[in-house]
């Protein structure tokens, strides 16, 4: 693969993975357990969809085939796509939507950091402004998971099982492919696994105050930052999602 | 509006005479445009009336969030998203400032929620309606929003001062989220063939709906007089609408859309569009509980309050743990 197929890649990686939990997180609309939290996940998914069109545009730059964002939104099919798994899950009930989103957050934090010092400009600048939004996602998500995990023993009892749950599909954050070793030999991003131990320091402070224990087993699941093997999920969400477009191209909306 | 037929507590306009002086001084201060502020003293029957109002308002943003989030996940393009998922976040938001507004006349959020969920207090008819087609998502920034504009204007300048910034606050959202519609609108209209049918099939639709946004006409319009009288209403529903619909019509020429309804016609001698009576007998049917909609909006606001349930009462047990901790830590 090219340089540019690498950096290309990883920008995909990025964008969709703001594209399709931004998607998830938007399900919650009007249906969410209070007032103030249809707010607060309408602004997460914003800000998602924000930099789902910074990472998407600078990928269809990179790419130059005179794509759109939109086009690689809309109109790739789920082989094409590069979010990891964790993302693509259905939401569950409130605790496993936040608890996800804590997860994400978590791991973004970290890597915005790393990427602000990116050595390609562009990333640097989309970092630089993500990572402001990152900083409050992580806090608020943070604050709920420790609210419901030290909450009532029922609230613990469904913070837990999520955590149950979520935690295989955390260790695909943390893989590494020849896209990575391109992206930290170039100085664009960290090679993932380099990321971990700060995840972890954030994440244990964060599940211990919230009463939840971490499971033990070492399993993960991958194959969606590759594009190898996606859910089952990922499919009808890309089919709600891509509809319009696919039924009318072509069209200016 | 998105208060509709609101029930005055009281029958008729309490005539001068038989006012306390209590009473006299407040109608003084309501002729005088002097705003009443939640401190101050008021009949109880105003104090209720403008709870029903207000919370009839807020129920009806809220819900508001249902037909719209409908499209949400299927935005045709990332900027759409975009657009759509801010105003819907934005209605929240009012729904928050009309609760807000209320808790200051002594309801709380929660009473108010209870009534909602038990079909005892209403939200406007025109979210009992469906969302069928992208369009639809156009067309309702620029035909609900814009009715609610025509009535909202007119409730900046109503008497209860909450009630009326509040009013003056969501008016600026409210006029942004009709530009964006008809904007949206204007890219069906001159869009393909397919696009511009599903601008006629959505303005076919929400037009009579919109149009009985404003309320039966006033000789059928029972309880306005004394909410007149109060300037808890401002204007009658039959002089609102008829400028709604003043201002709308030269709008659908422009989209180069059909007009919704054969009798819409320019009366130079008014100075106003006619237009044909809508068929009141659906409104009162959307009232009573029998629109489109009113069951999957009932049940899907009811199904989101009661899963939520363990998680209000899971970040409560949280702050109570944490106050006493940091209590015991003093
Ligand atoms: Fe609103
Ligand atoms: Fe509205
Ligand atoms: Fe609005």
């Known amino acids: ?253 | 509006m998105y208060a509709q037929m609101i029930k005055t507590a009281n029958s008729g306009v309490k005539p001068r005479e038989e006012m306390s002086d209590q009473e006299r001084a407040f109608q003084d201060k309501i002729d005088a445009d002097i705003k009443i502020e939640p401190r101050d003293w008021m009949p109880d029957d105003y104090r209720r009336t403008l709870i029903r109002q207000i919370g009839q308002h807020a129920h009806s943003e809220v819900v508001g969030q249902l037909p719209e989030g409908n499209w949400i996940t299927r935005a045709p393009t990332l900027e759409r998203k975009m657009i759509l998922l801010a105003k819907v976040q934005d209605e929240a938001g009012h729904g928050l400032y009309l609760y807000s507004a209320a808790e200051t006349l002594g309801e709380s959020r929660d009473e108010l929620v209870r009534l909602l969920h038990e079909g005892r207090m209403k939200y406007s008819s025109i979210f009992n309606y469906p969302t069928l087609n992208w369009a639809d998502i156009g067309a309702v920034g620029w035909l609900v929003d814009g009715a609610a504009i025509v009535n909202q204007v007119a409730l900046q300048r109503t008497s209860y001062g909450p009630y009326s910034r509040a009013m003056v606050r969501i008016c600026k959202e409210e006029s942004f989220h009709a530009r964006q519609g008809y904007h949206a609108m204007m890219k069906m209209a001159f869009g393909s063939p397919a696009q511009k049918k599903m601008a006629q099939d959505a303005l076919n639709r929400l037009w009579f709906p919109s149009i009985m946004m404003f309320g039966p006409s006033d000789s059928e319009s029972t309880h306005s007089e004394q909410s007149m009288a109060w300037k808890i209403k401002v204007k009658s529903n039959d002089e609102l609408r008829q400028q709604y619909i003043d201002q709308t019509v030269p709008q659908i020429e422009y989209l180069g859309l059909d007009l919704p309804d054969p009798g819409l016609k320019w009366n130079a001698e008014r100075g106003h569009y006619d237009f044909s009576e809508p068929d009141w007998s659906e409104l009162f049917d959307v009232i009573k509980g029998n629109g489109p909609c009113n069951t999957d909006r009932m049940n899907a606001r009811v199904k989101a309050w009661d899963d939520g349930q363990w998680v209000r009462d899971g970040l409560m047990a949280h702050a109570r743990k944490k106050a006493a901790r940091q209590h015991a830590a003093e």
Request: with cysteine; hydrophobic share 40%.
């Open chain 1, 1 to 253: 693969m090219t340089d540019q197929n690498h950096l290309l890649q990883f920008l995909l990686r990025q964008g969709d993975n703001a594209l399709i939990l931004s998607h998830r997180v938007s399900e919650w609309c009007g249906h969410s357990p209070i007032l103030e939290e249809d707010i607060a996940l309408a602004n997460t998914a914003l800000d998602l969809i924000g930099q789902t069109q910074m990472w998407l545009g600078y990928a269809a730059e990179v790419q130059a085939e005179g794509k759109s964002a939109d086009d690689l939104a809309f109109l790739r099919d789920a082989w094409d796509f590069r979010n990891i798994l964790l993302v693509e899950l259905p939401n569950g009930d409130f605790g496993r939507t936040l608890l996800r989103q804590f997860l994400f957050d978590a791991h973004q934090s970290v890597l915005m950091g790393r990427l602000i010092k990116s050595s390609d400009d562009t990333v640097a600048a989309i970092a630089a402004k993500a990572s402001k939004e990152v900083a409050y996602h992580v806090e608020r998500s943070a604050d709920t998971v420790v609210g419901l995990g030290d909450g009532t023993a029922e609230s613990h009892e469904r913070m837990q099982a999520a955590l149950d749950y979520l935690w295989p599909y955390v260790g695909e954050m943390f893989t590494s492919d020849d896209t990575d070793t391109a992206m930290a030999i170039a100085g664009i991003a960290p090679e993932p696994s380099t990321l971990r131990d700060e995840f972890h320091a954030l994440v244990t402070r964060v599940l211990t105050d919230a009463t939840l224990t971490i499971p033990g087993g070492r399993f993960s699941h991958k194959g969606g930052r590759t594009g190898e093997m996606h859910t089952e999920h990922l499919g009808h969400l890309l089919a709600t999602m891509q509809w319009l477009q696919r039924a009318y191209p072509g069209c200016e909306w």
